[in-house]
């Protein structure tokens, strides 16, 4: 019997291996796939140089070409792999050097507005501590086909900053950031009495700074906050229209009303909506500008971002 029981304790305790996942989120033609891309072909690059100078080690590449034939309609994942200090670059074939590392899922999602349901799926999903996740080689693989549960660790939101700087695509923008955001917010808030889940850290990752028509990060980061502020109090009005006394103010109405708020993205009554009021859920957001085209501060502070919360 002891065996036997030993057995059972042994399979139990096997874990599954199943990596932490990043999502790529954010709207249509900020660049997701392009970094993602950039973000695979790295060791891949570094590797075929090797090969050349090395021509008697036979070995396959680690990420045998998996050309990424993914249209934007459709989530792909890679996997990646950051060193067990962080401080690797995505240039860096870890396995070739042999060096310790963790893995991870790179999850792309798409951008669509019809489509962004599967990106929110995955977030809210979270509140079990798993998301499904799906290894998409190919464009036809789907959400349901050789899915794995993966523990999100991190969200990457793309945004592209010189489309920003004409004022037409922040609307758009942060009310996709807005629906993320608050689906974290809720993900916090679903963890009462029991265990709190686990934070997940969100990256704007401000991209196509190498354009000069592209804004800052700093200037993408307050034209976000101010529009996710001119949201919030547009949906607030709702709230108040739909029968909750009109004399009082919002925060009188929150705290009368219960889950009213429960729409209410940040710091609940605030009249200015700030990242910083995430962290009241203990949801980390970071606004940081690079490139993956072009002449520009390139994408290694993302990377940097992303190999510190793995
Ligand atoms: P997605 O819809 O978010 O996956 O966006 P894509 O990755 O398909 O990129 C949309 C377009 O933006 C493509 O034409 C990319 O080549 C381009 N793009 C992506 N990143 C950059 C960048 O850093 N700079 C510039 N100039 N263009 C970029």
Known sequence: LVPILLHF??????????????LLVGPS??????????????????????????DEKQQQPNNTAVALTHTSQTPATVELAVSDDGASSFR???????????????????????????????????????????????????????SSKSKVKAVVFVVDAAALADGDALPETAGYLYEVLLSLQKRM????GSRAPASVPVLVAANKLDLFTALPAALVRSNLEAELGRIRR??????????????????????????????????????????????????????????????GPGADRWWRWIAERI
Do not use: C
């Open 92 to 146: 860096d074939d870890l396995d070739a050097a042999g060096s310790a590392h963790k893995k991870f899922l790179l999850v792309d999602t798409p951008g669509h507005a019809k489509l962004r349901r599967h990106a929110l799926a995955r977030i809210q999903g979270t509140s079990a501590a798993s998301s499904t996740a799906a290894v998409a080689t190919t464009s036809s693989s789907s959400d349901s086909s050789s």
């Open 9 to 22: 304790i042994l399979v139990a305790a096997t874990p599954y291996s199943t990596l932490p996942s990043v």
């Open 234 to 295: 547009t949906r607030s009005r709702g709230l108040l229209d739909s029968g909750v006394g009109a004399d009082d103010d919002v925060a009188a109405a929150g705290g009368a009303a219960g889950d009213e708020n429960d729409d209410w993205l940040g710091e609940y009554g605030s009249d200015k909506f700030s990242f910083k009021q995430m962290l009241e859920f203990d949801i980390e957001v970071d606004v940081i500008g690079g490139n993956v085209i072009g002449e």
């Open 29 to 54: 033609g900020a660049g997701k796939t392009a970094l993602l891309t950039l973000f695979e072909r790295g060791p891949l690059a570094t590797h075929t140089q090797q090969q050349h100078h090395n």
């Open 189 to 192: 808030g679903a963890g009462k």
